[in-house]
T-cell receptor, first 108, second 115 residues
Framework: GQNIDQPTEMTATEGAIVQINCTYQTSGFNGLFWYQQHAGEAPTFLSYNVLDGLEEKGRFSSFLSRSKGYSYLLLKELQMKDSASYLCAVKGDYKLSFGAGTTVTVRA | SQTIHQWPATLVQPVGSPLSLECTVEGTSNPNLYWYRQAAGRGLQLLFYSVGIGQISSEVPQNLSASRPQDRQFILSSKKLLLSDSGFYLC??????????????FGQGTRLTVV
């Protein structure tokens, strides 16, 4: 099975940096995804990691360590519109399983 | 380009009534298909996934069922809804099992309220 843990909530100030950690245990690994979900909407894709290391995409970066079962999503230069839930998801052989999500609140 | 359609967007159903939610994908073949449920303020719970026509894997035992009668059609059903079935239901598809194309794309979701 798969077990995915991430913090429930985080708060940060506009313009700051926030790091959301995700730890996982999985049988079979075909990649780790991060999604953003605004209230009442479907999740949208942010990033994908399958090899160890850092993937950078604009203000968002994602890191993976397969040996540690660990990933983080880094949000830089936070904007008010970044207030949302951030979901860590792990792809096994076929299943895509999600963590409970981290609600990020950006304050002015 | 690929698109995913899910309907209806909202649904209010009485306890004990049947349910049928439909999801179709366009622009791809042999997708992996998923049904998730999200309770208010919670994460996504995987309900069913399918890797091919007629192939359904169930993750959580409950009074829901899924079917895949065609390659790009995925249906979530119930014979008798319970109050606890209320939630936000999301259909998703992904291509392949490895590589960047394993990203999941979500439908707009169906908000189901059982009263």
């Amino acid at each position: 099975g798969q077990n995915i843990d991430q913090p429930t909530e985080m708060t940060a100030t506009e313009g700051a940096i926030v790091q959301i950690n995700c730890t996982y245990q999985t049988s079979g690994f075909n990649g780790l995804f991060w999604y953003q979900q605004h209230a009442g909407e479907a999740p949208t894709f942010l990033s994908y990691n399958v090899l160890d290391g850092l993937e950078e995409k604009g203000r968002f970066s994602s890191f993976l360590s397969r040996s540690k079962g660990y990933s983080y999503l880094l949000l830089k230069e936070l904007q008010m519109k970044d207030s949302a839930s951030y979901l860590c998801a792990v792809k096994g052989d076929y299943k895509l399983s999600f963590g409970a999500g981290t609600t990020v609140t950006v304050r002015a | 380009s690929q698109t995913i359609h899910q309907w209806p967007a909202t649904l209010v159903q009485p306890v004990g009534s049947p349910l049928s939610l439909e999801c179709t994908v366009e622009g791809t073949s042999n997708p992996n298909l998923y049904w998730y449920r999200q309770a208010a303020g919670r994460g996504l719970q995987l309900l069913f996934y399918s890797v091919g026509i007629g192939q359904i894997s169930s993750e959580v035992p409950q009074n829901l069922s899924a079917s895949r009668p065609q390659d790009r059609q995925f249906i979530l059903s119930s014979k008798k809804l319970l109050l606890s079935d209320s939630g936000f239901y999301l259909c998703a598809w992904s291509g392949g099992t490895t590589g960047r194309n394993t990203e999941a794309f979500f439908g707009q979701g169906t908000r189901l309220t059982v009263v």
